[in-house]
């Protein structure tokens, strides 16, 4: 089992940069495939990205490809969202998530893949 928690969420002007993190505490996280997913309000949660367990496999959502950049520190048990050229459309709540894939390398799409989630960080792109 796993324990999600995001940081560093905020405020920021459209154009601008931020960086989300997602600590993980408990075992085994290089055997996790790890999920961004946000929900926007009045929105279904959407995905991302996504990232493999020794990130060879990286997805991202059409709408955030070459804005936004998955990445993993597994000896930090940390997950990272680096988020460029913010839009107010990005905003929403991110959420981490953790999908438990100890045999393969894969990174999951939808949300009913991912059994851990954390709490969730506020994103707001001010326009």
């Known amino acids: 089992q796993v324990q999600l928690v995001e940081s560093g969420g905020g405020l920021v002007q459209a154009g601008g940069s931020l960086r989300i993190s997602c600590a993980a505490s408990?075992?085994?996280?290089?055997?996790?495939?790890m999920g961004w997913f946000r929900q926007a309000p009045g929105k279904e949660r959407e995905i991302v990205a996504g990232?493999?367990?020794?990130?060879?496999?990286?997805y991202y959502a059409d709408s955030v490809k070459g804005r936004f950049t998955i990445s993993r520190d597994n000896a930090k048990n940390t997950v990272f969202l680096q988020m460029n050229s913010l839009k107010p459309e990005d905003t929403g709540v991110y959420y981490c998530?953790?999908?438990?894939?100890?045999?393969?390398?894969?990174?999951?799409?939808?949300?009913?893949?991912?059994?851990?989630w954390g709490q969730g960080t506020q994103v707001t792109v001010s326009s």
């Open positions: 998530a953790g999908d438990f894939r100890p045999g393969s390398e894969y990174a999951g799409t939808n949300e009913h893949e991912y059994d851990y």
């Open positions: 408990g075992r085994a996280f290089n055997r996790y495939t």
């Open positions: 990232i493999s367990r020794s990130s060879v496999i990286i």
